[in-house]
């Protein structure tokens, strides 16, 4: 650097301006740091000197010509939500604005588990309403279409107006389920007889009341400030006046029946504007007045002035008109929407997002009833994913003749499984012209017959539009029932018959003629037989059959013993025919000597 310092002590110095353009490429850190790799000219020096892609890196150390220093470091492991570059694991390469794309935001987080309320107090079941049930089954019967039974059950669900809530206390283990209690105006359901009261004073008053505004006097005294619901915004009135308890209750019980109490009180807001305080005292001019509808006879009606003296009435003198308690309650879709605060519509909301992710209850509990109306259910498939018609399969038996245009529409179908209707007449056309059909096709005789194929149940069409053809059942690998069974053994006389008759010839008698014949005088005279009645050929074949069977089952000693029994039934005679030849000898010595 020049020496600015002046020869003259009275000449000023000179300031020599320094170039801090020279300084750009200057990085106070390691070349392996990220400042080095943050430098203007980084990119352009290692494109020239040649970088990791091109041509050999020139040494690190200032001034050295060996090899590059080897980093030791361990690889580091990329993140696992970082997103994938083209490098593997790697960053992924920059955008035209040198940015790289970010990892997941919060807005991509994965999607929150599944957890829907679950009531304590209540568990809930469905069933579909009668009309909507009714307007479905009709539907289904017009379109003869073929449904997935869990999307019927979640048509049902899809709207409070078509289904039934049955609603029952919670059972603890080894305990008796307790009763519900109902309003008795609408079936809503509750834990308790005060809560049903309550219920039904806040909405069904005119049921047992004739409510009136009367024009009162306005409260007087010291009122610097007033109360107000932060949850409904509704003034409650100054802490001084004497009917602001009352009136705090009254507002917890029918508009935040839910909310604890404490919590309430807690989280009261103070309004000291004169302007809030004066439309309280403006509201309180007026009043409302409840008198009792019913009326015994000889007294006068009864005339209530605040919401607890007409509740007190209906706890104590109508309780019985007003809370039911049942073993469950059974209350439309309806009725709980409009309620939403209560513990019941908790309950049911909760079940009925169960039941729209998996409606295995709901679909069980219509499974009967379609029975009923004579619905098809049958499952299908690796799955086993249960359908539901109107029209019960038919599947054809071979050999089964239909007219040329059925058979035809069936066959294509068989070889285009799951098409779709919509695509089928042009897809058809197509077809007949590689079978090499001629003549123009009829596209509406095409569509009616696909429509007569469907309702007769030899073809399925489904919910998506598509058509499949049912196969030929073979009934003649189905086992002989019961029934068939003499017909099977008619069938094996008939068949040894002639075995026998060929065989019959054959046999000779081993003594000749009377020898044989004479078996069977002996038997018949031992055993006391009738005459013989002569046989018929069918009688004859069948009793050879039966002969044969029974030598074929039975075991070889029994046939051994028969044949030493025939041959002593053979042998019997010869005694007999020795004494009647000695007795004649006998008589013919006599007759010689006389």
Same mark, same amino acid.
């Given at each position: 650097?020049?020496?600015s310092? &002046?020869?003259?002590?009275n000449?000023?110095p000179k300031?020599? %301006?320094?170039?801090?353009?020279d300084?750009? %490429?200057f990085?106070?850190g390691? =070349?392996?740091t990220a400042?080095s ?6 990119g352009?020096?290692r494109? !020239?000197?040649?970088?990791? #892609?091109?041509?050999?890196?020139p040494?690190r ?7 590059a ?9 990329? #993140?696992?939500?970082a997103?994938a570059?083209e ?5 992924p390469?920059?955008d035209q604005?040198?940015?790289? &794309?970010?990892g997941r935001g919060?807005?991509d987080?994965p #999607?929150?588990p ?5 009531s304590p107090?209540?568990?809930v079941?469905?069933?579909p309403?009668d $009309?909507?049930? %009714?307007?479905i089954?009709k539907a ?7 449904y997935e039974?869990f999307?019927?059950?979640?048509l ?6 078509r289904?039934?809530? !049955?609603v029952?206390?919670?059972v603890a283990?080894?305990? /008796?389920?307790?009763?519900?209690s109902?309003c008795?105006i609408?079936?809503m359901?509750f834990?308790s007889?005060?809560?049903?009261i309550?219920?039904?004073?806040a909405?069904h008053? @005119?049921e047992f009341?004739n409510?009136?505004e009367?024009?009162?006097?306005a409260?007087?005294?010291n009122?610097q400030f007033?109360?107000?619901?932060p949850?409904?915004?509704?003034? *409650?009135?100054?802490p001084?006046?004497?009917?602001y308890e009352a009136a705090?209750r009254n507002?917890?019980?029918t508009r935040l029946?839910n909310?604890s109490?404490e ?6 807001e103070?309004?000291r504007?004169?302007e809030?305080i ?5 509201s309180?001019?007026?009043a409302?007045r409840y ?6 006879e000889g007294? @006068?009606?009864k005339?209530?002035d605040s919401v607890?003296e007409a509740m ?9 008109k007003v809370?039911k308690?049942?073993?469950y309650a059974?209350?439309s879709?309806n009725?709980?929407?409009q309620?939403?605060?209560? @513990?019941?519509?908790?309950?049911m909301?909760?079940?009925r997002?169960r039941q729209?992710r998996?409606?295995l ?7 009967? #009833?379609?029975?009923?109306e004579?619905?098809s259910i ?6 086993g994913?249960?359908?539901v018609?109107a029209?019960?399969? $038919?599947?054809?038996?071979p050999?089964q003749v239909?007219?040329?245009? *059925? ?9 285009n499984?799951?098409?779709k209707?919509k ?5 058809? =056309?197509e ?8 003549g123009e096709?009829d596209?509406?005789k ?7 194929l469907?309702a007769?149940?030899y073809i ?6 598509t058509?499949?053809? =049912?196969p030929v ?5 189905a /086992?002989?029932s019961s029934?068939?069974?003499p017909s099977?053994e008619?069938? +094996? ?6 075995a026998a ?15 044989a014949?004479?078996?069977?005088? %002996? ?8 005459p013989?009645? &002569?046989e018929t050929e069918?009688e004859?074949q069948?009793?050879?059959a039966s002969?044969?069977e029974t ?6 000693e029994a046939k !051994?013993?028969e044949t ?7 042998e +019997?005679?010869?005694?007999?025919s020795?004494?009647?030849n ?5 008589a013919?010595?006599?007759? @010689?000597k006389?």
């Open positions: 650097m020049p020496d310092t &002046p020869k003259d002590p000449e000023e300031k020599d %301006s320094v170039d801090l353009s300084l750009q %490429s990085s106070f390691t =070349q392996w400042a790799k943050s430098s203007p000219d980084s352009k020096s494109s !020239s000197k040649g970088g990791p #892609r091109g041509g050999d890196r040494g150390r200032p001034g050295g010509s060996g090899p220093r080897k980093d030791r470091r361990p690889p580091r492991a990329p #993140r696992p939500d997103p570059g490098h593997g694991g790697e960053r390469p920059r604005g040198g940015r790289r &794309p970010r919060r807005h987080s #999607r929150a599944f957890h829907p309320y679950e107090v209540f568990d079941c469905f069933y309403e $009309n909507c049930f %009714s307007a089954i289904m019967r017009g379109n003869h279409m073929t039974l999307q019927v059950a979640k049902f669900m899809e709207k409070p107006d289904f039934i809530a !049955s029952t206390r919670k283990e080894g305990q /008796k389920p307790e009763r519900v109902i008795a609408d079936n359901p834990a007889d005060e809560e049903a309550a219920h039904a004073m909405h008053a @005119e009341f409510i009136e009367v024009e009162v006097e409260p007087t005294g009122f007033v109360n107000r619901c949850f409904t915004k509704e003034l *409650l009135g100054p001084n006046y004497h009917k705090l507002h917890h019980r029946p909310m109490f919590k309430l009180q807690s989280s009261i103070t309004v504007e004169e809030v004066a439309a309280w005292l403006e309180q001019k007026k409302t008198t009792a509808k019913e009326v015994a007294e @006068e009606a005339v209530f607890e007190t009435f209906l706890r104590t003198t109508l309780k019985a809370v308690q049942v073993n059974r209350v879709g009725v709980l929407e309620y939403k605060d209560t @513990e019941a519509y908790k309950a909301d909760g079940e997002q729209q998996f409606p209850d709901a679909a069980n509990a219509i499974r009967g #009833r379609m029975r009923r004579k619905f049958y499952k299908k498939g690796a799955k994913i249960t359908y018609c029209t019960k399969r $038919n599947f054809r038996s050999g239909m007219s040329p245009d *059925l058979d035809r529409i069936i066959r294509f179908i068989e070889a499984q799951l098409t209707a695509d089928m007449p042009a897809a058809y =056309q077809w007949l012209k590689s079978e090499g059909v001629e096709m596209e509406k095409v569509v009616r017959d696909l429509h007569w469907i007769d149940g399925s069409h489904f919910e998506d539009d058509l499949f053809a =049912q059942l073979d009934t003649g690998s /086992k002989p029934k068939a069974k099977g008619k069938a +094996k006389a008939e068949a040894a018959a002639p008759e060929a065989a019959a010839p054959e046999a000779k008698p081993a003594n000749g003629g009377e020898a014949e004479a078996p069977a005088e %002996s038997v018949a005279a031992e055993a006391g037989a009738k013989e009645v &002569p069918a004859k069948i009793s050879a002969a044969e030598s074929a089952v039975e075991p070889p !051994s013993t030493s029994d025939s041959a002593e039934s053979v +019997k005679p010869a005694p007999a020795v004494s009647e000695a007795e004649g000898a006998d013919e010595e006599k007759s @010689e006389d």
